[in-house]
C-alpha cells in the first residue's frame, strides 16, 4: 500500500504534519485482495476440551470464514457418543468474548488496574532480566516459583513446567489439591490408579455411586448408568447430599459425611459374618487378607457402623447383601469422599470391600476412582534439563496446597531460607480458588515480580506485574486424554489464534530465544519446532502402535482413539504394589504414617461454636473458575446461592429466598439462601463457582485443612475441602 | 408486565374517546340538548384522544412502522379487530365532525355507527385479556371494568367541554352516581373472584390489595361517588366546575386502576 | 409430510437439568443473551414420592390449539400439518400479545430484532432427516422428537406438577416422569 | 460537499484513526500539544460544537492527565479487564456481545469489496474501530487525490452502514466509564462527526427529494 505523505490535496494542514510523524500511515494495516469470500465456505476439524474433568471430551469444529460456527461432541467417541455437556457448547461465546486477554501487558503497580500494552519481546525481555537478575543474587533460579495446575490438560500445557526447567532448577508448587488422598488409597492397595473402563459399567448389575455426582460433572457416565438402569442395574447412590445423581438412581443412601470408611467396613463385616466373601480370590491375588479379616472380627459391629454413618443397621445388610450377591457389582469411589481428614482411610476400606467380595479383575466390577494409563504421551514439551552449572542442585516443592502460607514463611525475612522473588501463574486463579483467600493476597504481596498467563482477567490477574495471553484449544495444537475413561484425543487449531494470543508451547519458545539472546546457553528451551510438530511428538509410539498407526496423521482422520485392555481393571492380577498382589496391609501405606490395615479412622470432630458442616462441591455450570462468567451461562444461572434444609432454615429463622450470611473464625460471604430437601439438616451447601463482576467466593470460608493422604504419589496431601464448619444468620 | 404503560394510555384513551363519542350520539344526535359548538369541541376531543391513543400504542411495538400488518389476522385475533374497529370508529368520528352541524337521520345513523364500532372496540379490547394463561383476568369483570371505564368518562368529558363552550348544564348526577357505584363493586367483586380462583389468580388478587395505586384509587372512587352523591339532591353542586372534578378524579383513578391492571396481572 | 405430527416426548427419568439443549439451541441459532428457546425448570422435589431433585425441559409445546396464534393480530404464527407450530418473523411486529396468550410463555422478545422469538423444532434440520439440536446435544438423551402419529404413547403423560395445565391449548409436548427413588434419610 | 469540508474530515478521521491504533499514548507533553494546536487550526471552518467541545477538551488536559492517558485508553479499549468500552463494532451490534460472527464478516467483506484485505485477517477482528477508521480514511484519501466518484460513494454507505452505526453507543460508554478529558474528547470528536454526518444526510435527502 505504501506510506501516505503530505498530500497535495492537504496543502496548508498543519496537523497532518504531526499526525503523520506518528506511528504508520493509512492502508498499512491493509493489503490488496481480488478475492470477496464467498459465505458457506465451511469445514470441520477435531478439537478437544482440556478442562478439569472426567470426561476429556474430543469436539467436532465446524469452522466458515475462519470463524467457529458451531461445536458438537465427536461422534467416533462411543463414550460420549457425540455429544458435549452445558459447558462444551458454550466454547464459541468463550473464544469470542470481547473481553479475553488480548496482549501482553503490565501492571504499574499490582491492583492499581494501570496496565500498559508491550510486545511478546519486551514482555520476555522482562522475564528474562528478572530471572537473570535473581540467578545473580542468589546463584540459583530457585526464588522463581511455578504455580501450575488445572486449568488446562492439554499435554502441550505441560510446556510451561518444561520453560521453567529449561532455566535452571526452581520452586515448583507440588501436589493436588483435590484427589490425593484417594490417589494413595489406591496406590497402597493396587499399586497404583487404574479404573475400568467406565463404558464397562453397562455390564455391572449393582453400582455403587459413591461420594460422586456424575450428572453434574461427568455427564457421559451418567448416561452410561442411565443405561445400565435400563438393562437392569440397580444403582445406589450413596452422598451426604441427595444429588441429581442421586435422583436418577434407584437408591439414595445418605451417610452422616466423613465416615464411608465405617460404612465399607461394615458391609465388609456382614459379608463375612454371612460368608458371602471371595476366599478364594484373596488367597490367590491378595496379602493380608488375615489380618483385615481379624480386624473386622474383632473391631467391627453392624450397630457400630451404623451409628457412625447414621444409617439403619438392616440397610447396611441389605445393601451388603445385595452387594455381594450381584456378580458383578461396581463401586464408583468419587473425589468428594475423600476430601476429609480420614479420606484416605475410607478410600482404603472401600477397595477393601470390593477386594474381599470378589469384584476386583472382574467385568463390571471394579473398584474405579481414576487412572492416567491412557496417558500414552511423551510430555515432550515437559521433559527439559537445566542448563549447565545450573546453581540450586534440585527443583524445590513446596505443598500447592498451602502455597500462600509457605510463601509467607520463605519470605520472612530468615536469611538461611531462599524467598520467593519471582512467581509464575498458568492454568490456576488461585487468588479465587485455593482457600484463605485473604492470606493469598498476603502472599503475593511478599513477592517481586509476578507474571500471570491466563485467558481471562481474573483476580490473580489483577494482582500481577505481567499477564501473558494464552490461545484456547480452538486457536492451537493439542493432545488430550481424560482421568477417566481411556480415549485420547488430538486437538488440531480450528481457527487463527485471535490477537496475540499463544499456547504455552509458544510462550517457552519465545522466551527461550530471547534467554539465549541476551546470554548464551542460559535456556535449554528448543526453539526450532512446529506446534503441530509438538502435537506430533507428544503422542508415543506404544499408542501408536497399539492402534495399528504410523503416525499422529492417522489419529487426525478421527480426532480420537481408544486405548484398549482396560474392560476389567486388574484382571490380570498383576498388582502394581511392591507385593505384586492386593495388599490388604501394606507396609508402604504404614511407612507414610498411617495404619498399614485399612481400619476406621475417626472423622474431623465438629467444632461447638460452628456446628454446621459446609460442603462446596463442584457447581454444573462451570468448572472451578471457568464458564460461569460468559453470557450464555448467565443467562440460564447468575446468582450464588446456599443450599439449606428447611428444617435447618426454620430454626435459623431463614426463609426461601432470603439474604443470610454464612461465617466462621476465617471469613463469611453472603448469598441467598435456597429451601431444599435434598441436603442434610446439619449442613449448607454451596457450590463453589467464580461469578464474573461479583464479590462472592467460598474460599473465603475454607480452610487449608490437610486430608490425611496425598504425599506418596502426589507429593503433597490433600485437601480436607468437605471438613470446613460454619454458622448462619440471616442478613 | 413490561411496556405496559403504552397500553395504559391506549386502553384508557380508547375508551374515554368511546364514551365521549356514545354520549355524544345521546346527548346530541339523539336528543340535541349540546350546542353546535360545545358538540363540535367535544367530538374534536374524542378524535384527538383517539389519535393520541393509537399512536401510544404503536410504542408499545417492536416494530411501530408495520402497524399495519396488525389488520391481517382478523379472522382470529382479538387485537386485530380492535384495531380495525378503533380505526374505523375514528373515521366516523372524524366523519361526525362534518355532519354534526345538520340535522337528522344522517347524523343519527354515523353517530349510530360511531357507537356501534365503539363498543365493539372496547369489546375487542377487554377479549384480548381474557385469555386462560391470565387467570386473574379470564373472566367477565375484565370487560365490565373497561365497558365502565368509558361509561364513566364519557358523559363527565362531555360535561367538562361544555363547561368550556358555557353552554348550559346537563344533569347526570343520577347516572354518574351509578356508574361510580358499579365500578366500586365491580372492583369488589374482581378482588373476591381472584381470590377464590387459581394460584395465579389468587397472587393476582393479593397483588392488586397491596398495590398503593390500587388504595390511592380506592380513595378517588369513595370520594367521586360522595362528591357526585351529593350533587343529585343539592343543586348548587349541578355544574360544570363540579363535572371537571369529578372527571380529573375518574380520569386520574382509571389511569392508576389500568396500571394496576396490568402490574399486577400473574401469568400462568 | 402430510401425516407426520411431530412432538417432543421428554425423559423427566433422564434429564438431570444441565441446560446442554438451552445453550446448544442458543449457540446454533446465535439468539440474544436475553432470550432462550429451551427452558429448563426446577419442579416440585415431591413430585414422585419422597423428596428428589426434578427438572423438566420444554421449549414450544406446538400446541393443537396454539394460544399464539389466536392473539396474533399479524397471523405470524401458522399450526403446520406436520405438527409444527411455525412463527414467521417476517411478519411479526413485535406487540408481545403471543408472549402474554401462551399459557406457557413460550415466545420471547428479541430486544435486538424487536420481534418475538420461539422454537422451530428445527423444521430445517428435520426436513433433511437430520434431529433437532436439542436431541442431538443432550448428553442424557432426555429429548426426543418423534412422530406423534407413529409413536407409541404408552406410560407417557402430557402433564407435569408445577408446569402448565395442557388442557388450555391441547399442548403435544409428552412426558416420561421419573421413577420414584427409594431414599434413606438420616434422621437427627 | 465542499472539499474543504472533507478534507478537514480526513484530518480528524486520521487524527481519531491514530488515537485507536494507540499511537497518541506516548507522545510527550509538548508533541501533543503542537498536534492539538494544529488540529484546532485545521478546524477553524469547523462549525459542530460538539467537535469543537472536544477539542477544548484536548487543550484543557494537563500534562499529567496526559501521561495517564495510556492507562485510561487500555481499560477501556484493550484490557486484560472487561473491556468498559469494547472498541468492536460487533460488540455493540451483535446479540450476543459475540465478536467475529456475521457482524464483523460483514464489514470484512465491505473491505474486500473495496480490494482490501486486513494483513492481520483473522487474528484482529476485522470491525476494530481502528482499522474502520482507517478504511474511512483510506477511501476519503482516495476521493480527495483522484476524485473518483465510487470512493465517495463507498465513504458515505461505509459510515452510514458500519461505523456511525454503533460508534454512538460506543461513545456514550466512553462517557461512563471514563472522566479522562481525552478520551472524553474523542467521544465528543466523533460523536461531532456522526452528528455532521447525519445533517449532510438529511440535506441530502432534502435535495434528492428538492
Not at chain 1, 403 to 425: E, H, R, T, Y
Not at chain 1, 488 to 514: F, Q, R
Not at chain 1, 588 to 598: D, M, N, T, V
Amino acid at each position: 500500500m505504501g506510506k501516505f505523505s503530505r498530500r497535495d490535496f492537504l496543502k496548508g494542514s498543519a496537523a497532518l504534519g504531526a499526525l503523520v510523524g506518528v506511528g504508520t500511515g493509512v492502508g498499512s494495516s491493509f493489503k490488496k485482495t481480488k478475492k470477496v469470500s464467498a459465505a458457506g465456505n465451511t469445514k470441520q476439524v477435531f478439537s478437544a476440551c482440556p478442562r478439569n474433568c472426567y470426561d476429556t471430551c474430543s469436539i467436532v469444529t465446524t469452522v466458515g470464514d475462519g470463524t467457529i460456527k458451531f461445536i458438537t461432541g465427536n461422534k467416533n467417541c462411543t463414550y460420549t457418543n457425540g455429544r458435549l455437556c452445558v459447558k462444551g457448547y458454550t466454547y464459541p461465546n468463550y473464544v469470542y468474548s470481547p473481553d479475553r486477554v488480548k496482549y501482553p501487558m503490565k501492571q504499574e503497580g499490582r491492583g492499581t488496574g494501570k496496565w500498559t500494552r508491550i510486545t511478546w519481546d519486551e514482555a520476555f525481555e522482562m522475564i528474562a532480566n528478572k530471572i537473570f537478575e535473581i540467578k545473580k543474587e542468589y546463584g540459583s533460579t530457585l526464588p522463581i516459583a511455578l504455580n501450575k495446575y488445572s486449568g488446562t490438560f492439554n499435554t502441550l500445557s505441560y510446556g510451561i513446567e518444561g520453560t521453567l526447567s529449561s532455566i535452571g532448577y526452581t520452586t515448583r508448587a507440588q501436589g493436588t489439591p483435590c484427589w490425593p488422598a484417594g490417589i494413595d488409597s489406591q496406590t497402597f492397595d493396587f499399586g497404583t490408579i487404574v479404573n475400568s473402563d467406565p463404558e464397562a459399567m453397562i455390564h455391572s448389575k449393582y453400582i455403587l455411586v459413591w461420594g460422586a455426582n456424575p450428572a453434574w460433572n461427568s455427564v457421559h457416565s451418567m448416561n452410561i448408568l442411565q443405561k445400565a438402569k435400563e438393562n437392569g442395574a440397580k444403582v445406589v447412590v450413596i452422598d451426604p447430599i441427595l444429588t441429581d445423581t442421586a435422583a436418577n438412581a434407584d437408591e439414595y443412601i445418605e451417610i452422616k459425611t466423613s465416615t464411608d470408611g465405617a460404612l465399607a467396613l461394615g458391609m465388609a463385616k456382614y459379608i463375612l459374618d454371612h460368608n458371602l466373601h471371595d476366599m478364594d480370590w484373596m488367597r490367590k491375588n491378595s496379602v493380608g487378607y488375615q489380618e483385615y479379616l481379624n480386624y473386622l472380627n474383632n473391631n467391627i459391629t453392624l450397630e457400630w457402623a451404623s451409628e457412625k454413618t447414621g444409617i439403619p443397621v438392616e440397610v447396611i445388610e441389605r445393601l451388603a447383601r445385595e452387594y455381594a450377591a450381584a456378580k458383578p457389582a461396581c463401586i464408583w469411589i468419587g473425589y468428594g469422599m475423600q476430601r476429609h481428614t480420614n479420606g484416605g482411610a475410607a478410600v482404603r476400606s472401600i477397595d477393601a470391600l470390593a477386594a474381599m467380595s470378589g469384584n476386583v479383575g472382574v467385568l463390571g466390577g471394579g473398584a474405579n476412582y481414576a487412572q492416567l494409563d491412557s496417558w500414552l504421551v511423551n510430555y515432550s514439551a515437559m521433559a527439559m534439563s537445566p542448563p549447565e552449572g545450573s546453581g540450586g542442585g534440585a527443583d524445590r516443592m513446596i505443598n500447592i496446597n498451602n502455597f500462600p502460607a509457605q510463601v509467607l514463611d520463605l519470605n520472612s525475612g530468615d536469611p538461611n531460607k531462599i524467598p520467593i522473588k519471582m512467581l509464575w501463574v498458568a492454568g490456576r486463579n488461585p487468588i479465587a480458588q485455593d482457600p484463605e483467600t485473604s492470606v493469598s493476597y498476603k502472599a503475593f504481596d511478599s513477592i517481586d515480580f509476578v507474571v500471570t498467563a491466563d485467558l481471562w482477567f481474573n483476580e490473580t490477574v489483577a494482582q500481577s506485574d505481567l499477564v501473558l495471553p494464552i490461545s484456547s484449544i480452538f486457536e492451537t495444537w493439542g493432545v488430550h486424554a481424560s482421568y477417566w475413561h481411556y480415549w485420547l484425543h488430538i486437538n488440531e487449531p480450528a481457527i487463527d489464534p485471535l490477537y496475540e494470543t499463544k499456547c504455552d508451547v509458544e510462550i517457552a519458545m519465545g522466551l527461550s530465544k530471547k534467554m539465549n539472546e541476551m546470554e548464551p546457553g542460559s535456556c535449554t528451551y528448543p526453539t526450532d519446532r512446529t506446534m503441530e510438530e509438538w502435537a506430533a511428538m507428544e503422542i508415543s509410539q506404544d499408542f501408536l502402535n497399539s492402534k495399528g498407526m504410523t503416525s499422529y496423521k492417522d489419529l487426525l482422520k478421527t480426532g480420537t482413539a481408544k486405548v484398549e485392555g482396560y474392560d476389567a481393571a486388574w484382571a490380570d492380577g498383576v498388582f502394581r504394589t511392591p507385593s505384586g498382589k492386593y495388599e490388604f496391609l501394606s507396609e508402604k501405606c504404614a511407612s507414610f504414617g498411617h495404619h498399614a490395615l485399612p481400619v476406621y479412622v475417626e472423622a474431623k470432630e465438629v467444632p461447638t461454636d460452628r456446628p454446621i458442616r459446609l460442603l462446596t462441591p463442584h457447581w454444573k455450570y462451570g468448572l472451578h473458575s471457568q464458564f460461569q462468567n460468559l453470557s450464555w451461562m448467565q443467562s440460564v444461572h447468575n446468582e450464588p446461592f446456599v443450599e439449606i434444609h428447611p428444617e435447618l432454615a426454620q430454626k435459623k429463622g431463614i426463609a426461601d429466598g432470603d439474604m443470610v450470611k454464612v461465617h466462621n473464625h476465617i471469613g463469611f460471604v453472603e448469598l441467598r439462601a435456597k429451601h431444599t430437601l435434598t441436603v442434610p439438616k446439619d449442613a449448607v451447601v454451596i457450590y463453589e463457582a467464580w461469578y464474573k463482576d461479583q464479590k462472592f467466593n467460598v474460599n473465603y470460608l475454607v480452610e487449608a485443612t490437610p486430608a490425611d493422604m496425598g504425599s506418596c504419589a502426589t507429593g503433597q496431601a490433600g485437601l480436607a475441602f468437605h471438613d470446613q464448619f460454619v454458622n448462619i444468620d440471616k442478613l | 408486565m413490561e411496556h405496559s404503560f403504552t397500553l395504559v394510555l391506549f386502553t384508557v384513551l380508547s375508551q374515554l374517546a368511546i364514551g365521549g363519542f356514545i354520549t355524544l350520539f345521546f346527548l346530541d344526535a339523539l336528543k340535541g340538548k349540546l350546542s353546535p359548538k360545545t358538540s363540535q369541541t367535544a367530538a374534536v376531543g374524542v378524535v384527538v384522544i383517539g389519535i393520541v391513543a393509537v399512536l401510544a400504542s404503536l410504542f408499545h411495538l417492536g416494530h411501530p412502522f408495520h402497524a399495519a400488518k396488525a389488520l391481517l389476522n382478523f379472522g382470529h385475533s382479538w387485537l386485530s379487530r380492535e384495531v380495525i374497529f378503533f380505526a374505523i370508529f375514528i373515521v366516523i368520528a372524524i366523519i361526525y365532525l362534518f355532519v354534526s352541524k345538520t340535522e337528522g337521520g344522517r347524523k343519527k345513523i354515523v353517530a349510530g355507527l360511531g357507537t356501534l364500532f365503539g363498543i365493539l372496540t372496547v369489546y375487542s379490547t377487554a377479549m384480548i385479556y381474557t385469555i386462560p394463561s391470565m387467570p386473574a383476568w379470564n373472566n367477565g369483570t375484565t370487560l365490565l371494568a373497561f365497558m365502565l371505564t368509558a361509561c364513566v368518562l364519557g358523559p363527565l368529558f362531555v360535561q367538562t367541554i361544555s363547561g368550556f363552550t358555557k353552554d348550559t348544564f346537563i344533569d347526570c348526577s343520577r347516572y354518574t352516581t351509578t356508574i361510580i357505584g358499579a365500578l366500586i363493586v365491580v372492583n369488589l367483586l374482581i378482588i373476591s373472584v381472584a381470590h377464590g380462583g387459581s394460584d395465579e389468580a389468587v397472587a393476582t388478587g393479593l397483588a392488586i390489595c397491596t398495590s398503593p395505586l390500587f388504595w390511592i384509587k380506592a380513595v378517588l372512587y369513595v370520594l367521586a361517588f360522595l362528591i357526585s352523591g351529593r350533587s343529585i339532591c343539592n343543586s348548587n353542586l349541578k355544574n360544570t366546575n363540579i363535572a371537571t372534578i369529578l372527571f380529573v378524579l375518574m380520569l386520574v383513578a382509571e389511569f392508576l386502576g389500568r396500571i394496576v391492571f396490568y402490574a399486577t396481572g400473574v401469568h400462568l | 409430510m402430510a401425516n407426520q405430527k411431530y412432538g417432543f416426548i421428554i425423559s423427566m427419568e433422564r434429564c438431570i437439568g444441565c441446560n446442554a439443549c438451552t445453550i446448544s439451541c442458543k449457540s446454533y441459532y446465535n439468539l440474544n443473551p436475553s432470550i432462550n428457546r429451551r427452558f429448563v425448570r426446577e419442579v416440585e422435589e415431591t413430585l414422585v414420592g419422597e423428596a428428589k431433585r426434578c427438572h423438566i425441559s420444554t421449549a414450544c409445546n406446538h400446541c393443537e390449539e396454539p394460544g399464539c396464534a389466536k392473539a396474533c393480530p399479524t397471523g405470524a404464527y401458522t399450526k403446520l400439518d406436520n405438527g409444527i407450530v411455525k412463527h414467521n418473523q417476517d411478519r411479526c411486529i413485535g406487540c408481545k400479545m403471543c408472549a402474554t396468550a401462551c399459557p406457557y410463555g413460550v415466545p420471547q422478545f428479541d430486544p435486538v430484532k424487536k420481534k418475538m422469538d420461539k422454537c422451530s423444532l428445527c423444521v430445517e434440520l428435520l426436513e433433511v432427516g437430520e434431529e433437532t439440536i436439542c436431541m442431538a446435544s443432550c448428553p442424557m438423551e432426555a429429548i426426543q422428537v418423534v412422530d406423534l402419529n407413529e409413536t407409541e404413547t404408552i406410560g407417557l403423560v402430557d402433564r407435569v406438577n408445577g408446569f402448565v395445565n395442557p388442557d388450555i391449548t391441547k399442548s403435544t409436548t409428552l412426558f416420561k416422569l421419573p421413577d420414584a427413588t427409594h431414599t434413606v434419610r438420616r434422621d437427627l | 460537499m465542499g472539499m474543504k469540508n472533507l478534507q478537514r474530515y480526513y484530518i480528524l478521521y486520521l487524527f481519531l484513526q491514530k488515537f485507536y491504533a494507540g499511537e497518541l499514548n506516548r507522545l510527550d507533553f509538548e508533541t501533543w500539544e503542537n498536534l492539538i494546536q494544529s488540529l484546532q487550526q485545521d478546524c477553524m471552518d469547523e462549525e459542530n460544537e460538539t467537535i469543537w467541545q472536544g477539542l477544548r477538551r484536548f487543550v484543557e488536559s494537563t500534562s499529567e492527565q496526559q501521561e495517564q492517558l495510556e492507562f485510561a485508553f487500555n481499560s477501556l479499549f484493550v484490557g486484560p479487564g472487561k473491556l468498559l468500552a469494547p472498541p468492536y463494532e460487533s460488540a455493540y451490534l451483535n446479540e450476543n456481545r459475540v465478536l467475529m460472527q456475521q457482524e464483523t464478516l460483514s464489514v470484512r467483506k465491505f473491505y474486500e469489496q473495496a480490494g482490501l484485505e486486513l494483513i492481520c485477517k483473522n487474528h484482529e477482528p476485522d470491525d476494530h474501530i481502528a482499522f474502520e477508521l482507517e478504511f474511512v480514511c483510506y477511501l476519503l484519501g482516495q476521493y480527495l487525490q483522484t476524485k473518483e466518484k465510487e470512493m465517495i460513494q463507498m465513504y458515505h454507505t461505509f459510515l452510514k452502514t458500519h461505523l456511525f452505526r454503533w460508534a454512538g453507543v460506543h461513545c456514550e460508554a466512553i462517557r461512563e466509564h471514563s472522566d479522562h478529558p481525552i478520551c472524553l474528547g474523542i467521544a465528543d470528536l466523533l460523536d461531532g462527526l456522526i452528528q455532521n454526518g447525519q445533517t449532510e444526510e438529511t440535506m441530502k435527502e432534502g435535495n434528492q427529494n428538492g
